[in-house]
């Protein structure tokens, strides 16, 4: 069992950045990674993820301002993102996932508002 604890939300202007992480009780290195939002009265939706390679996937409306990238060493997925937007304000979940293996934090609030 791995457990993800996700930091770094909160609240920020318009245009304003933030940089999420998640970091895991164990290591991650064989796992694909990857970021969720759930907006209010919403689905939960990909925002990003990346593969164990490397390879990475962006949900259309993030592409050009959202990053994500993975420390191996430090165990720690994150999500830097960048001219947010208030459509962008949701529940931000961090999960990994490898064969039947298929973990989720507990969710990070950003809300985007002036």
């Known amino acids: 069992q791995v457990q993800l604890v996700e930091s770094g939300g909160g609240l920020v202007q318009p245009g304003g950045s933030l940089r999420l992480s998640c970091a895991a009780s164990g290591a991650i290195n064989i796992y694909a990674v990857g970021w969720y939002r759930q907006p209010p009265g919403k689905q939960r939706e990909l925002v990003a993820d990346?593969?164990?390679?490397?390879?990475?996937n962006y949900e259309d409306s993030v592409k050009g301002r959202f990053t994500i990238s993975r420390d191996n060493a430090k165990n720690t997925v994150y999500l830097q993102m960048n001219s947010l937007k208030p459509e962008d304000t949701a529940v931000y979940y961090c999960?990994?996932?490898?064969?039947?293996?298929?973990?989720w934090g507990q969710g990070t609030q950003v809300t985007v508002s002036s």
């Open positions: 999960n990994i996932r490898y064969w039947r293996y298929d973990y």
């Open positions: 990346m593969s164990v390679g490397g390879s990475t």
